[in-house]
């Protein structure tokens, strides 16, 4: 049994959003910068994972922190996008809208699910 769950999408916009507002107050610029000053290759495949790319093409001067920050956050809402649309072509997997439903009621949902089906 596979579960999804899922939330109004501007909210999981505001949630990525939110996400890379973290990762960056958790360091991740200076992650990206002690990369390069180890000698890794800005165009290696790692580096261009979301995030490295976006600060990375700060540090070389491609443009301003704050057009980072929005690619960064842009790329990051796109991420999710594709990956809700290729996982909800499985359907194997049912889906919880937890606009709907708090976490409790979900998690009881799921775990009745599993109770009754495995047992």
């Known amino acids: 049994v596979m579960f999804g769950l899922t939330r109004e999408r501007q909210e999981l916009y505001r949630r990525c959003d939110l996400r890379?507002?973290?990762?960056?107050?958790?360091?991740?610029?200076?992650?990206?910068?002690?990369?390069?000053?180890?000698?890794?290759?800005?165009?290696?495949?790692?580096?261009q994972a979301i995030g490295y790319?976006?600060?990375i093409g700060y540090l070389e001067g491609e443009y301003d922190l704050e057009e980072a920050v929005r690619l960064l956050k842009r790329?990051?809402?796109?991420?999710?996008?594709?990956?809700?649309?290729?996982?909800?072509?499985?359907?194997?997997?049912?889906?919880?809208?937890?606009?709907d439903v708090?976490?409790?009621e979900a998690a009881k949902l799921i775990?009745?699910?599993?109770?009754?089906?495995?047992?």
């Open 20 to 47: 890379v507002d973290r990762m960056l107050e958790n360091g991740l610029l200076d992650e990206v910068k002690r990369l390069l000053d180890l000698g890794f290759d800005p165009r290696s495949t790692a580096l």
């Open 53 to 55: 790319k976006e600060l």
């Open 75 to 99: 790329n990051t809402r796109r991420y999710a996008k594709r990956q809700f649309t290729w996982f909800l072509r499985d359907p194997r997997i049912r889906w919880i809208n937890l606009d």
């Open 102 to 104: 708090d976490w409790q």
């Open 111 to 119: 775990s009745d699910t599993f109770e009754k089906e495995s047992g």
